[in-house]
């Protein structure tokens, strides 16, 4: 076994250029594998953040009525209890789960501002200012002026959404909307602060205040539209599920509620994960294209090397041990390139890393609504550079032993008759 | 000649290596073929959505109102006279006119409300000229001097809105107060365009100047259709010059000009294939350049006796840069018929690329089955792209083993 690795060694070394050209099609195709892989999963764990803590939880609670007609926002299937107790009641109750660490009630509510003769449109979220502090820091966000307190009229717009309408911080404005008895009311609100998320989505949509105070105009005391459940980290979205049936058992409620896991809740987060394992077939075969490169090479080594083959097997070397050489100088060939690749993939996602990729240019004639951050930071990850640089190895070692094979066809008779 | 020829011997000695090669050039031109079809289908059909369905090709508007659109002012609108609508019409490229009023709504039902467009249409030109008349999937078409409305599919199950039943549009009229017209639904309309089907409710246009305190001649804009999608640039041009005499406000605007995020996402998405392209064709040249530097160091004698009979370095590199292209036409040929079966395949079954997918995208893509569309183009561009690259890998390899000196080679 060894000495047959030392002999592919040596015969590697034998023609250094070609070597080097025959790899470099391997060390090109894993670049790029670990490239491109660590755009996605940057992209991937972005979004999949952004949507947890913007719109799905770990796991969110909502009433199934309320989520079959979801864009209408309807205040008439509100989040009120297992059993019609309130909202506070359940919260108190579900706190006691131990796969549970935190909640946020939300109440999104539609709402207008009419100037002149025009209606601007947006989405109010009442929203519980310390618990979303305390779980997602939301304070991060803000970019000017607070939070918006309890029992104030008090409200924070989105900064593209304050832009639009030409108000302030420390201005006022008077939004209209309908309360859940469905009277159309109007009130004014003081605006304590300006939001940037990064995600247009939020930025030129939506307006936040107090939950309280929500409750309070719109009459729906110790309610919301909905609840985001969050555990100790997002794998826990089953064990969440588990024990919220386990109380919609104790006390109700499991015929009005749903509870949708973050990885189910939304086609772009679908949609990624899909993509993920898509790109991995890919890039194996982009690396099997690379590997066919390996494969002429090693064809045209057989041939040349004939008379040694021939030496070899006449002096007792066996067929297999012979197809096992020819497959290490494959391996081997795509083991450097592997690595090499590896190396300046690695090198290049790290500096990436650091310094971003601005995509602005393109995401900014996206549209309002997509959940993307514009600047990318490539992730550098180990277990992306070992995942390329394995599936370089394996899928060129695996190509390697077709040639191979050949060589011990090779008959020591015919072989030598040239000599 | 005879270069080619012994070119071509030169590639059958080695079928195996040829071919080899030959695949990865094959593997990029039928992903590009297939891929390039996919993003054109795709795209065509969203066009199709927004010239049948939004803007038409042309939008006659003034060109205050064009800067602030998005916010359906009341202000700004147009009005045209019919000399010179006919004027119009009789342009050999233009089929017919509409001319609608866009503003916004808050559509409530009594216990929820859901912010959409009202758009005012004129029945008669609406139906001759656009197809929401065809998208009928239940009830009937507006009745002209009715108080109706033709609603989305998706805003009706949204709204549990069903034929016959009332609706209330709260509006904001042109003097700053509000108002609310009630309508009531005369037909449910399902159209690929998920913009219409989720956001607009229609109604006669009379009806919204009435209710929105606007002149009974005005539109937010006039839409032209055309005979062709692709002479909206070039006939837009001519109008606007046309409309100068009669109003130095109103302009004529193509659909590809307000259908700037689609032509965006075009351009990234031919960005993105030109990419995977070059990335597969890459590894192609890699592979090419090994190939040629194996044949040339198999053949170094026959070099070497080429020349000491007289060839130049220059003819020497040319013979060998054939057998590179030899091999990319090769390669070419075998991604062509690959790419056209698959291309074939997209056509006549299509793909859904949205499986499982659920929600939408804020684009007027349909997300229903997309079927390819056949561009020659492409097959010709990526065949000749494919040569061209061979042969260009295939020179430096070649030089190298050319200028080697046939003494020494045969020296040995």
Known sequence: ?419 | MLLIKIALRNLARHKKRTIFTAIVIAVAICFYVFADALIFGMMDSSYENITEYEYGHIQLMAEEYWQDKDDLPLQNLISLDQDLLDQLVERPEVTGYAPRLDFTAELTDGRDSIPLVGRGIDLEQEANNFRINDSLVEGSYLEAGEPQAVIGQNLAEDMELNVGDFLMLIVRTKDESFNVIDLTVSGIINTPNPYINDNVVFLPIDLARDTLLVDSDVSSHISLKLTDRELAASSSAEISELLATVSTEYKSYSWEEDAEDLIVMQEYSDMVLILVLGVILLLAMAGIANTVILSVIERLKEIGMMKAMGMKVKEVTFLIGLEAAGIGVLGGLLGVILGAGAVYLLTSYGINIYAGMEGELDLPISMAVIYGSWKPGTFIFVFIYSIVVSFISGLIPAYWGAKKEPVDILHE
């Not at chain 1, 080097?20 to 755009?39: D, E, T």
């Not at chain 1, 209606?119 to 009442?126: A, P, R, V």
């Not at chain 1, 900014?364 to 997509?370: C, F, L, R």
């Not at chain 1, 992730?379 to 995942?387: G, I, W, Y």
């Open chain 1, 1 to 419: 076994m060894r000495y047959i690795l030392s002999i592919a060694l040596r015969n590697l070394r034998r023609h250094k250029l070609r070597t080097l050209l025959s790899i470099s099609a391997i060390i090109i195709a894993v670049i790029i594998g670990i490239f491109y892989r660590s755009i996605l999963i940057a992209y991937s764990e972005s979004t999949f953040e952004n949507f947890i803590q913007l719109e799905s939880g770990h796991v969110r609670l909502v009433d199934e009525e309320y989520a079959r007609r979801e864009r209408v926002l309807s205040l008439q299937y509100p989040v009120d209890g297992f059993d019609g107790e309130g909202l506070q009641n359940m919260m108190n109750r579900i706190e006691e789960e131990e796969a549970i660490t935190g909640m946020l009630p939300r109440l999104r509510f539609p709402a207008f501002y009419a100037a002149g003769d025009e209606m601007e449109h947006m989405m109010g979220w009442g929203i519980d200012i310390d618990r979303e502090i305390e779980e997602i820091d939301f304070g991060r966000h803000l970019t000017e002026g607070r939070l918006p307190e309890a029992d104030n009229r008090e409200i924070a717009f989105g900064h593209s959404l304050l832009e639009k309408l030409n108000r302030e911080v420390g201005g006022t404005i008077t939004l209209l909307y309908n309360t859940s008895y469905n009277s159309l009311q109007g009130t004014t609100f003081t605006i304590t602060g300006s939001i940037n998320t990064g995600l247009p989505y939020f930025d030129a949509n939506i307006f936040v205040t107090h939950l309280n105070q929500a409750q309070q105009i719109l009459d729906m005391p110790d309610q919301a539209t909905e609840l985001l459940v969050f555990g100790g980290n997002r794998d826990q979205d089953d064990a969440i599920v588990a024990s919220l049936s386990d109380q919609f058992q104790s006390y109700g409620g499991s015929d009005k509620y749903q509870l949708t896991s973050w990885r189910d809740s939304g086609g772009i987060v679908q949609w990624l994960m899909a993509y993920q394992r898509i790109i991995f077939v890919v890039m194996a075969g982009i690396v099997f294209l690379a590997s066919l490169i390996i494969i002429n090479t090693l064809m045209m080594v057989i041939k040349e090397r004939k008379k040694e083959i021939g030496t070899m097997a006449s002096l007792g070397l066996k067929g297999k041990e012979i197809v096992l050489l020819f497959t290490f100088e494959g391996a081997l060939m795509g083991m450097l390139g592997s690595v090499i690749g590896a190396i300046i993939g690695g090198g290049l996602t790290a500096y990436f890393s650091v310094v971003g990729l601005d995509f602005t240019e393109v995401m900014g004639s996206m549209g309002d609504s997509t959940l993307i951050d514009s600047v990318v930071f490539p992730t550098f990850s180990l277990e992306n550079l070992l995942v390329a640089m394995i599936l370089g190895i394996v899928v060129s070692t695996i190509a390697c032993i077709i040639p191979a094979r050949q060589a011990a066809k090779v008959k020591p008779s015919e072989a030598m008759r040239d000599l």
